[in-house]
């Protein structure tokens, strides 16, 4: 009974580390993939910050004078 006395705490002591380890590893896991959702914010945002400034003059154009009068010749030469 000696041998299977030392057995059983070396067993718990060796089972707690690895899953001390295994617990250390999801939390890196878990911390790297947050680091990897902020650059995609960061990205997005980048993206979308872009898209809102190439509307904004696409919006100019679509309400200039100019356009709306050609829009309304082109239409007038398509009726004849």
Same mark, same amino acid.
């Given at each position: 009974? %000696?041998?299977? %006395?030392? #057995? ?6 060796? %089972?707690? #580390?690895?899953?001390? @380890?295994?617990?250390? $590893?999801? *939390?890196? *896991?878990?911390?790297?993939? !947050?680091? $990897?959702?902020? !650059? #995609?914010? /960061? @990205?997005? @945002?980048?993206?979308?910050? $872009? ?6 003059? #696409?919006? =100019?154009?679509?309400?200039? *004078?100019?356009?709306?009068? !050609? /829009?309304?010749? /082109?239409?007038? $030469? =398509?009726?004849?």
């Amino acid at each position: 009974m %000696g041998q299977f %006395g030392i #057995l059983i705490p070396i067993i718990a002591i060796i %089972g707690g #580390l690895l899953y001390a @380890a295994y617990e250390q $590893n999801v *939390k890196l *896991k878990i911390a790297q993939s !947050k680091a $990897n959702s902020h !650059k #995609l914010d /960061d @990205a997005a @945002a980048e993206q979308i910050k $872009n898209l809102q400034s190439r509307v904004a003059v #696409l919006e =100019k154009i679509v309400t200039d *004078k100019s356009y709306s009068l !050609k /829009d309304e010749i /082109d239409s007038l $030469n =398509k009726a004849s």
